[in-house]
């Protein structure tokens, strides 16, 4: 068992190396001045907001809004401050010297694998996370991980850093898409769904229409009747819809030019990216919160029926596993919604 552990543990290593290289390749080759960020961006967030988890507050409520809102100026001074940073050296890089040829060439290639380890060390601490929340007897290597003084000291912050990405995910998507862009994606899919539900109505209730679906259903000869006339509405829903869809591409294309006239202003840009990035970021917290009352929603329902009180201590040992994580915790004992529960 030892010499398995051992040649397991080679394998990694050797993983490891390769990922490392592969990253330092492709870093290379793309440059620092188009890498992505994320990893500074994520670690500078977390940074900041991992400090306001440690001061005491006079409310559960309270210290909820104070850590959500350090997550929330934390990520975007951080994602200000990274874009000014990266056009200040964008430009820098236009003086083609060696000097700054071989910065961006080295620097996007650590930068690529400082990033690739990164993602692998929060990878595997939320294996060991969920592991040691699931696992009463986990195999020798993944417990000789548990134990290792690098998971005792950093790994708790595993599934910090990970909530902290999406969150610095969401404002950077919402603010380069803009509110308006969304607004209007979200009109339009919603216009699409009603050309389908239209179609059928308008099929089943407009009697030229439903003429129409019976002499298309006429030509299904051998068919059943119920199957012909089924697949006659159908073909004829989806005539009309094309109809309608035909409309809703017209004016998204009218739209999308009225939209490019607006966007041209920068203060609108600005504006309508920085709505739609505090229109994500609040979706998401409000898609924690909601994770967290439905694990204790279930931890009661498991309590209170005899036959879902096997799963009690794993709810337990998942929360109690998941908690250690103090940004977690935070969204966790401190949720708004969780004294609502019955």
Same mark, same amino acid.
């Given at each position: ?274 709505? &739609? ?27 209170? &029926? ?37």
């Amino acid at each position: 068992m030892d010499l398995l552990a051992i040649e397991l543990k080679t394998w990694v290593i050797i993983a490891v190396a390769a990922v490392a290289a592969v990253c330092f390749f492709y870093g290379a080759l793309r440059r620092f001045s188009r890498m992505s960020w994320w990893g500074i961006e994520t670690l500078a967030a977390f940074g900041i907001a991992l400090p306001f988890t440690l001061i005491p507050y006079p409310s559960p409520l309270v210290g909820f809004l104070a850590v959500v809102g350090a997550l929330l100026a934390g990520s975007a001074g951080v994602l200000a401050v990274s874009g000014t940073v990266r056009s200040a050296f964008r430009r820098s890089t236009k003086k083609r010297t060696w000097v700054t040829k071989t910065a961006n060439v080295l620097g996007g290639g650590l930068l690529a694998v400082g990033e690739g380890v990164l993602f692998l060390l929060v990878l595997c601490g939320i294996a060991l996370v969920f592991t040691e929340a699931f696992t009463e007897a986990p195999p020798a290597l993944l417990q000789e991980g548990l134990s290792s003084p690098v998971y005792k000291a950093i790994g708790k912050y595993a599934l910090d850093v990970a909530l902290v990405f999406l969150l610095v995910l969401g404002l950077k998507g919402g603010f380069k898409l803009g509110f308006g862009r969304y607004l209007w994606a979200g009109l339009t899919l919603f216009a699409s769904f009603l050309a389908v539900f239209g179609s059928l109505l308008l099929v089943l209730n407009v009697p030229f229409l439903s003429s129409f679906a019976g002499k298309i259903a006429g030509l299904a000869s051998g068919v059943p009747p119920f199957f012909a006339q089924v697949a006659g509405v159908c073909a004829a829903s989806f005539l009309v819809f094309l109809v309608f869809f035909v409309l809703i591409i017209i004016v998204t294309v009218l739209v999308s030019k009225v939209f490019a006239k607006v966007n041209r202003s920068r203060t609108v840009n600005i504006l309508s990216g920085t709505l &739609q990035a505090a229109i994500v970021f609040f979706v998401l917290v409000a898609l924690f919160m909601g994770i967290g009352v439905g694990l204790n929603a279930l931890l009661g329902a498991a309590s209170s &029926q005899e036959a879902l009180a096997p799963a009690v201590p794993y709810i337990e040992r998942f929360l109690a596993a998941v908690c250690r994580s103090p940004i977690i915790a935070f969204f966790h004992y401190s949720n708004p919604l969780v004294p609502l529960l019955p």
